[in-house]
């Protein structure tokens, strides 16, 4: 990262009162009560319509999706994803006006955490195609561009991407090597370089790709990373690695691409040339958000699951629950549950206020939501013992997918 995009970086996060969010004043030492208070709460109306779906979308999933199938079989069957449009869950945080369900950011959080407590790469699927895959297109895209590609992803026909990573560019995103030069013979962007572990990078039908391109500024031309949007079908769009096999998240599709000086057209770039990193991290605050309601809802699942157990299993004449230490454990599950679950909804609720700056508050609720579940996954397991350590039980898959939620994202290293 250069001394230019370091300081555009600190800009976004280290901006002052008076504009910026609840979290940041409270680093400056004050304690705006009115960012928080009331508890931000969707409408009636939308509770309503959220509670009808979130109906269907538990049946689909208890009769139609089998998350252990899909972890052993390392992929999720297209019945399951176009169920999923077909109840306009992949399109319901997309506009009415472009084919979606118009649906607020909260109650977009409650279907990701219903999905994951079911199956957490079913979860991912659905939430890297809508809060980073065509969370750029919605915010920052022409009204040309989302005409034409926002009602197609809305119906499944068309899944979304977000393509950043590379060999040297993760958490550094900055460090961006594909590069992207202007032919103004042709109006295209011809882009050469590669991106790993794209996350449905194989199945996507659109992908925002970031790329580096020359642009004229005041003071000169400069080395600026820019937005695309791209599709499989542009010449030079390569698959080196169609589906990795990876330790956990087996169901999710995570691929390597190679692009061979692919035409992409000028009409493509999307927000304004040279904005493609303030897209990039404006766009992964959405994603993180939708780790914090992943995590919730496995959390949930797994602290529902040790319950029983404990209340169950008897050990000295005694059920598990008994024990002053099994007590401890789940009272301290339930807590964190609790607090990453409150903290993920009232970051949703900033969202649909429309609050400009949540940089901080995002990178709070990944952090916090995927280290809790990681010790909620352990106190679990060791409340169900040998029991748990099987593959006939969901823990250790709990345990193999709770694992990339530290990392993905901007590991939390990074984001602390």
Not at 188 to 211: D, F, H, P
Not at 234 to 248: C, D, H, I, N
Not at 376 to 404: H, K, N, W
């Amino acid at each position: 990262m250069n001394q230019e995009q370091m300081q555009m970086a600190e800009e976004l996060l280290f901006s002052g009162p008076p504009k910026t969010s609840f979290a940041k004043r409270l680093a400056f030492g004050t304690f705006d009560a009115r960012r928080v208070f009331p508890y931000p709460e969707a409408k009636l109306e939308e509770r309503g319509r959220r509670q009808e779906l979130l109906g269907r979308l538990e049946k689909f999933l208890q009769q139609r999706v089998d998350p252990d199938w899909i972890d052993r079989h390392a992929t999720i069957p297209h019945e399951v994803i176009q169920g999923l449009a077909d109840l306009g869950i992949l399109g319901m945080t997309i506009p009415p006006e472009f084919g979606g369900g118009g649906y607020n950011y909260s109650s977009y959080c409650k279907v990701i955490e219903t999905i994951a407590r079911r199956c957490a790469s079913t979860a991912l699927l659905v939430a890297v195609h809508q809060s980073i895959g065509l969370k750029a297109l919605s915010l920052f895209g022409t009204t040309e561009q989302q005409k034409r590609w926002l009602p197609v992803m809305a119906k499944g026909e068309k899944l979304g991407a977000f393509s950043l990573t590379e060999p040297e560019a993760g958490s550094d995103a900055a460090n961006v090597q594909t590069r992207a030069v202007y032919d103004p013979d042709k109006k295209v962007y011809r882009i050469t370089g590669q991106k790993q572990w794209t996350t449905n990078g194989s199945i996507a039908g659109v992908l925002t790709v970031m790329a580096r391109t020359t642009v004229e500024t005041p003071k000169g031309p400069k080395d600026r990373i820019t937005a695309f949007l791209v599709t499989p079908d542009m010449p030079g769009f390569q698959v080196t690695a169609r589906a990795l096999e990876k330790v956990g998240m087996r169901g999710s599709t995570t691929s390597n691409l190679r692009f061979d000086n692919m035409e992409v057209p000028a009409a493509n770039v999307l927000g304004e040339l040279g904005a493609g990193l303030k897209i990039a991290l404006t766009v992964l605050d959405y994603g993180r958000t939708t780790f914090g309601a992943s995590c919730t809802g496995v959390a949930k699942e797994l602290l529902e699951r040790a319950m029983a157990h404990a209340k169950s299993r008897r050990q000295f004449d005694r059920a598990l629950a008994s024990f002053p230490l099994v007590k401890k454990k789940i009272a301290t599950m339930a807590a964190f549950t609790f607090a990453m679950e409150a903290s993920t909804y009232l970051t949703a609720g900033l969202i649909d206020r429309h609050e400009d700056d949540i940089m901080l508050e995002t990178a709070i609720v990944k952090v916090f939501a995927s280290e809790a579940l990681w010790n909620i996954v352990y106190e679990s397991m060791q409340i169900l013992g040998g029991r748990s350590f099987f593959t006939d039980a969901p823990f250790e898959r709990a345990m193999r997918d709770a694992r990339l939620n530290t990392i993905g994202e901007g590991s939390n290293e990074v984001l602390r």
